[in-house]
């Protein structure tokens, strides 16, 4: 029986272009499964907050990797669309580009997944939005680590030419500094740490309707832990990794835990057999 709502089926165009079988896969099973389908295909984030703001009733549905899914969030967030908007994705990435959809519950295959947003239930989660308006769902760190970029944009020329162009960029990039990040860090007004202690990172997590809060420092051989529904983060030039997204150089952030902000469409779980 076709689902009763109306669907807004985003297909990012990384996905399309990373894998085209899985995005047609999505877009026949949602399809096939609900009375009311628009499918867009945009090209860039002007005309997904575009599709967004013309939804109407029509749910969105994001066909992509971990990026595609924060954009959405972000744009919902920013039009203060979250409170009144379940959404839902289908992951389509790279290995590694969609763990965080696939660490709240979404399946990765894209046939499980469209079936989960026709015959999953919602579920919500927390999130930390910082005053910039960036969203967070997994967690978030300072300074960020480096990976390799989850569309593969660092990896796409083989043979010669792909290692000349990496050893130019590892030879053009400056040496670390032996110096540790020097930052102040502030949980609900308390002072966490301060600029003239040196720290290794920081990690915010949203959990409980709160955020976990980890400072490491230098001179200290344990970490501090509190949880706290505002941290401010403040130093020179700093950078974060917010989930997938690294972001920076900001002199000061502040983020703040908004508890069951996210509502997600995941898989019903299924219930466990009676003993005989």
Sequence with gaps: MPVPHP??????????????????????????????????????????????????????????????LLRTVRLLHLERGLPDCALAV?????????????????????????????????????????????????GLRIPPVRQRPADGSGDGDGGMLGRCRTLVRTLARPAPGPETPRLRVEADGVLLTDLDRPVEDVRLAPDGGLANVVVRQRSVPGPVRVRARTVTVSGPHFRYRADTVVSGPVHTRTWTAHPSALRLTVPVPRAAPSPS
Excluded at 30 to 45: I, Q
């Design 90 to 138: 289908v992951p389509v990435g790279r290995p590694g580009s969609v763990s965080l959809a696939g660490s709240l519950g979404v399946p990765l295959d894209a046939v499980r997944a469209a079936r989960a947003v026709l015959e999953g239930a919602e579920q919500r989660f927390d999130l930390l939005i910082d005053d910039s308006g960036g969203v967070v769902l997994g």
């Design 7 to 68: 669907l807004l089926v985003l297909v990012d165009p990384l996905a399309r272009r990373t894998d085209g079988e899985s995005v047609r896969i999505a877009r026949d099973v949602l399809c096939a499964g609900a009375s009311r389908v628009k499918v867009c295909l945009p090209d860039g984030p002007e005309e997904i907050a575009r599709a967004l703001a013309h939804r109407g009733r029509r749910r969105p549905v994001v066909v992509g990797d971990d990026r595609a």
